[in-house]
């Protein structure tokens, strides 16, 4: 594995889009559940998570940003047998069922980029370009429709060929289920010279296995085994795990709810991961002393908590200089068991140097922290500066986005606003008006034509 070229790890977050609500359209999801029906303001989630991104950069972090999706989604109704004009097609499905299936088709949740893909970097793979792979998300369809615009904006933003490969979203359904980098995590030894890539799992599609009872296990192992394969990862570098079904059913749809890595260090509660302890020692024997592991007990910190506030939700951040930064929402410090396992953490790991705690709260009530708003992409620098759009953030888009939400998003949506013709063609000339400011070009239907 070389460790020639050095990586930097930059965030992709993703920019809330302006139909932002409070849909509760994902069981198992504790927090969604929780604020089903409650009114959303897109617009100070939007800001929210600006600010987000400008600290992170503020930290020396690089820092980009990835685009929300066309939504509604007239693509996605009009699979669904609605036809007619765009006027004529809001109204029927609004009509239907009481609007539900209007209300998939207008979720805003592409907001949370860490299911966006599964990204190897090139030092890591067998043909030196760095891979990703656009997450299909059947377990929810609100989420399964995101793939193929994900992979079109991907493909707009790591546009040179010699140096990315955008792979389409895996086929087969929910046998190959794959939630990307949520149940992703790229570790490294001290030295760089050491890498695994933990895909945890919860189901596998053939073969009998016990498994949640409560709620569904969204990943499938055949799924991460075909992502390692297509991102030419060797088998010594892939490490296939399966999540705790308790702790799925305690609410960690997701294992970037109950776990975070970064570079050698990763932070985990024992109910992440199956056998923790045969799994500490196998990252050992395989990364070296250099490698720090940090358990949470639930004792301690039960799963009720961690789920609650979203300790391990947030963003581990590593500086150049190899310490690391801790950025976790404000609900972690409120929350007493959760603040004092950060608290240890800041404490007993020397290399975290600092915690923070940022409100983002209008996220975290659909059950989303900081980590799950951002994609984590290692590139080189090369890499970096080949991107094919002006993503990255400076203090110029900075500005412009900030001005950008500020005269266009709504500061409330209902179900009423899904459905107006009027506030859907609004939507639409937002969009428009990003895709020149990031310079995407047409990357929504709406843009391309019939």
């Known amino acids: 594995m070389s460790s020639a070229r050095t990586l930097q790890e930059v965030q992709f977050d993703g920019l809330v889009g302006p139909t932002h609500n409070y849909a509760g359209l994902s069981p198992g999801n504790m927090a969604s559940a929780r604020s089903a029906g409650e009114p959303s303001n897109p617009r100070l989630a939007a800001l929210e998570g600006l600010r987000k991104m400008a600290f992170v950069r503020r930290l020396g972090i690089p820092q980009a940003v990835l685009p929300p999706h066309e939504r509604p989604s007239l693509h996605t109704l009009r699979a669904l047998g609605f ?42 793979t067998r043909d030196g370009r760095c891979h990703l792979t656009p997450a299909n998300l059947t377990t929810m369809f609100h989420r399964s429709i995101e793939g193929r615009e994900r992979a079109r904006i991907l493909r707009a933003i790591f546009a040179d060929q010699a140096r990315f490969v955008v792979h389409d979203p895996l086929p087969g359904g929910a046998h190959f289920s794959d939630e990307g980098a949520a149940n992703h995590t790229r570790l490294h030894s001290g030295d760089g010279e050491n890498v695994v890539h933990i895909f945890a799992w919860g189901k596998r599609s053939w073969g009998a296995m016990p498994g949640p009872v409560r709620h569904p296990a969204r990943q499938a192992f055949e799924a991460s085994e075909a992502i390692a394969r297509a991102h030419q990862l060797r088998a010594d570098c892939t490490l296939f795990w399966q999540q705790q079904p308790e702790g799925i059913d305690g609410g960690s749809f997701h294992t970037d709810v109950l776990a975070v890595g970064s570079g050698s260090l990763l932070l985990a509660h024992r109910q992440a991961f199956t056998d923790p302890d045969r799994l500490e020692s196998t990252l050992r024997g395989r990364l070296g002393e250099g490698f720090e592991l940090v358990w949470a007990a639930n004792d301690a910190l039960p799963v009720a908590d961690a789920v ?115 506030f859907v063609r609004g939507l639409f000339e937002t969009l428009d008006e990003l895709t020149s400011i990031l310079k995407l070009g047409s990357i929504y239907d709406f843009q391309r034509g019939p």
């Open 308 to 422: 609650a506030a979203y300790p391990f939700n947030s963003q581990l951040l590593e500086r150049p200089d190899g310490t690391f930064v801790l950025v976790a929402p404000l609900d972690a410090k409120e929350n007493e068991r959760a603040r004092a396992f950060l608290e240890r953490v800041v404490g007993s790991v020397g290399r975290v140097k600092e915690l923070h705690f940022l409100d983002v709260r209008q996220s975290m009530r659909n059950g989303g922290g900081p980590a799950c708003l951002r994609l984590r992409v290692p590139l080189t620098a090369g890499e970096l500066g080949s991107l094919g759009a002006r993503v990255v953030l400076t203090d110029d888009l900075e500005r412009a986005l900030e001005d950008w939400i500020s005269r266009r998003y709504p500061d409330r949506v209902d179900a009423a606003h899904l459905g107006d013709p009027a």
């Open 83 to 124: 036809t007619g004009s765009d006027e004529e097609t809001l109204a029927s499905a609004a009509r239907h069922e009481g609007g539900h299936l209007l209300r998939l088709a207008s979720s805003a949740s592409a907001m949370w980029a860490a299911n966006a893909a599964t990204v190897t970097p090139s030092t890591d």
